[in-house]
């Protein structure tokens, strides 16, 4: 199994299927927040409604642990405490200040700002990795990663205006997930990715339905069969998603695994531009990915993946 992490052509397939699960939550959260009557400005009732979704998650990563992968659920005292800040960090105060970010930041602001937590892997990555420094093939790989971006987001509208509540939460945001990242990477020599995972997203969900229900209360989520199961589809997602990621990120060099996460908002708006026939299905997408394509492949090509870093 462990070879199979570290085979360049397996880790492009399994880092694009976890880009592909995290785009597809966007046309699912709007789908879940149309079918529930949540308005843009409810922001205590979507923390609420991803507290049960990475609760639930949880509960799925848990189940693959111990009954497919025949894992003991088990951590030493010594890591519990790891794991709470990993979910406070990566599930709880990340998510809140992306959802709350979100509320505030018009046009094509959003999608750029969230791409932000790239940038910063790769750079922490260059001063914590002796093998995974900043090079020309990552800048340039970057910068083609930054402007796919730009080009698929470009008609939605765009200003320079800057509010902490809006710009600043997303940047904010970005920057925990960085932190995150080069977190569960230094966890995962000792403990294993699916116990990270799931006690992750256990611990972060928690603080996220407490919140939640203190703010809002118990009745705000009205849930339907439709509401219910694509509430459980976004579980799974997450689920698999980060379990694929964290055990990439075990074997991996982060600087060059973040990268294919300018996959995630350009296969959210094809697949919006898809299920919602209101959103318009244009060029600029198949141009975005194609550029996102393109850094992707100036990085990977000829280089090596893996690392033993400190």
Same mark, same amino acid.
């Given at each position: ?15 694009? &299927? ?7 939550? *966007?046309?699912?959260?709007?789908? !879940? ?11 205590? @009732? ?25 894992? $003991? ?15 406070? =960090? ?11 970010? =979100?509320?505030?930041?018009? /046009?094509?602001?959003?999608? &750029?700002?969230?791409?932000? +937590? ?36 470009? $008609? ?5 205006? *800057? ?22 990477? @230094?966890? $995962? ?27 809002? +209360? ?9 509401? #219910? ?10 689920? !698999?998603? *980060? ?20 996959? &995630?908002?350009?296969? /959210? ?23 996102? %394509? ?5 990085? @990977?090509?000829?280089? %090596? #993946? ?5």
């Amino acid at each position: 199994m462990e070879k199979l992490f570290k085979e360049k052509k397996f880790i492009v397939l399994l880092a694009t &299927i976890s880009c592909l699960l995290w785009g597809s939550a *966007f046309p699912s959260l709007k789908a !879940i927040f149309i079918s529930l009557n949540l308005s843009n400005n409810d922001f205590n @009732s979507k923390v609420l409604l991803a507290g049960y979704r990475f609760f639930i998650a949880s509960i799925i990563v848990f189940f693959i642990t111990k009954f497919v992968f025949h894992k $003991s659920l088990k951590i030493k005292k010594e890591d519990s405490g790891k794991l709470i800040m990993l979910g406070i =960090l990566n599930t709880s105060l990340m998510y809140f200040f992306f959802y709350n970010g =979100l509320a505030n930041v018009d /046009g094509m602001k959003a999608p &750029i700002l969230s791409v932000a +937590g790239n940038f910063f892997v790769v750079i922490l990555a260059h001063f914590i990795y002796k093998n995974d420094t900043l090079d020309k093939r990552k800048i340039i790989g970057l910068i083609l990663g930054f402007l796919g971006i730009i080009v698929i987001n470009w $008609s939605k509208g765009f200003s320079f205006s *800057f509010t902490f509540t809006g710009e600043g939460f997303m940047l904010i945001s970005a920057l925990l997930n960085a932190i995150s990242t080069i977190v569960a990477k @230094s966890f $995962s020599k000792k403990i294993n990715t699916l116990i990270i995972t799931a006690y992750q997203l256990l611990f972060g969900s928690i603080v996220m339905i407490v919140y939640g229900l203190a703010t809002s +209360g118990t009745s705000s989520l009205n849930f339907d069969f439709v509401s #219910f199961s694509i509430l459980i589809y976004t579980s799974f997602i997450s689920a !698999i998603a *980060f379990s694929i990621w964290f055990t990439l990120l075990k074997y991996n060099k982060a600087g060059i695994i973040s990268i294919f996460k300018f996959m &995630i908002p350009i296969f /959210g708006s094809f697949l919006i531009a898809i299920f919602f026939p209101e959103e318009t299905f244009s060029l600029s997408i198949i141009l975005g990915l194609l550029l996102v %394509s393109m850094g992707i492949v100036v990085i @990977s090509y000829k280089v %090596s #993946f893996n690392s033993e870093e400190v």
